[in-house]
């Protein structure tokens, strides 16, 4: 069955950029949108952006001009990259395969997240 | 971007009881929600789609329901495996969304 996998640096200075990047296995990346979510500890979801297949993006306005998230069809693989980082953005970062079809909207697998912190 | 508000924020029962729980957005969104199960130190698990359709796999004792602004989540009867956190969705319009979460204790 698919998996994800996220892998990346644990621990960013302020101001640097976080970059991680999820690996999917068992399937094709080809098709679905895929996410980054993100949780700081011991608070709630906040939804980061997507990657369909093809390229196309969208991210939430609140990190846009901070946010860009690439695929590497070839590698299975995207990736997400956040500038100009601050405490703010301590937390664990999911990456999440999102379905959006006809009558099945929904984050149906996630990977087990990565725990991030921004400490000098 | 659409606010989605839930409560209980928190809430203890016993195994057995019947556990619902609300989440209201702030304008209408169809029936475009989904429910998500969190347990401790782990990724959040998908339940419930386009408000009422279980995910697969997803035990018969949870249920979904509501369209427009009003959602409920219902636990028709707890399971000890049922302590978590549990989230709403809304799936209808960019950003996405998520309530503020409701941790479901076991007394």
């Known amino acids: 069955q698919v998996q994800l996998q996220e892998s990346g640096p644990g621990l960013v200075k302020p101001s640097e950029t976080l970059s991680l990047t999820c690996t999917v296995s068992?399937?094709?990346?080809?098709?679905?949108?895929w996410t980054w979510i993100r949780q700081p500890p011991g608070k709630g979801l906040e939804w980061i952006g997507y990657?369909?297949?093809?390229?196309?993006?969208n991210y939430n306005p609140s990190l846009k001009s901070r946010v860009t998230i690439s695929v590497d069809t070839a590698k299975n693989q995207f990736s997400l990259r956040l500038s100009s980082v601050t405490a703010a953005d301590t937390a664990i970062y999911y990456c999440?395969?999102?379905?959006?079809?006809?009558?099945?909207?929904?984050?149906?697998?996630w990977g087990q997240g990565t725990m991030v912190t921004v400490s000098s | 971007a659409i606010q989605m508000t839930q409560s209980p924020s928190s809430l203890s029962a016993s195994v057995g009881d019947r556990v619902t729980i609300t989440c209201r957005a702030s304008?209408?969104?169809?029936?475009?929600l989904g429910w998500y199960q969190q347990k401790p130190g782990k990724a959040p698990e998908l339940l419930i789609y386009?408000?009422?359709t279980l995910q697969s796999g997803v035990p018969s004792r949870f249920s979904g329901s509501g369209s427009g602004t009003d959602f409920t989540l219902t636990i028709s009867s707890l399971q000890p495996e049922d302590f978590a956190t549990y989230y709403c969705?809304?799936?209808?319009?960019?950003?996405?969304?998520f309530g503020g979460g409701t941790k479901v204790e076991i007394k």
């Open positions: 999440v395969r999102r379905v959006a079809v006809r009558g099945f909207y929904g984050f149906d697998i």
């Open positions: 068992g399937g094709s990346i080809s098709t679905y949108y």
């Open positions: 990657i369909y297949y093809s390229g196309s993006t």
């Open positions: 304008q209408g969104i169809r029936n475009d």
């Open positions: 386009v408000a009422s």
């Open positions: 969705l809304q799936d209808y319009d960019y950003p996405l969304t």
